[in-house]
């Protein structure tokens, strides 16, 4: 049977793309989501991980969480990094669809996001 994915996952993303994507409705993506074609995003597990290798050391960050049950376009778990399955949606995420935001964001931001999941 296959596993069940969460519905809540995570967008880290600059401040000023956050206040974009308020400013628009909705989110076609950051840069690299642009140039791959899909929005990528990460569960609670995925997060920490993706906020070490892609964001180490910058500041001015947030994180979206985002209720895929609220986003309309396709979402797609695609494997990744390590063959892990990762959300991407093909579309735009609309601003309705974040549940909360965090504007202090630090590892161990990521490891509560896990604990609350576990």
């Known amino acids: 049977m296959a596993q069940q994915q969460p519905t809540k996952v995570f967008k880290i993303l600059g401040t000023p793309e956050w206040q974009a994507w308020q400013d628009a409705g909705s989110f076609r993506g950051a840069s690299i989501d642009l140039t791959d074609g899909y929005i990528h995003l990460s569960t609670a597990a995925q997060s920490k991980e993706t906020f070490e290798k892609y964001f180490a050391g910058q500041t001015g960050l947030v994180v979206a969480e985002v209720d895929l ?46 604990a609350e999941q576990s």
């Open 69 to 114: 049950s609220q986003v309309t376009d396709p979402v797609r778990w695609e494997a990744s990094r390590g063959g892990a399955l990762f959300p991407h949606v093909y579309g735009s995420i609309p601003r309705t669809a974040v549940s909360r935001v965090f504007e202090e964001v630090d590892g161990a931001l990521f490891d509560k996001l896990l």
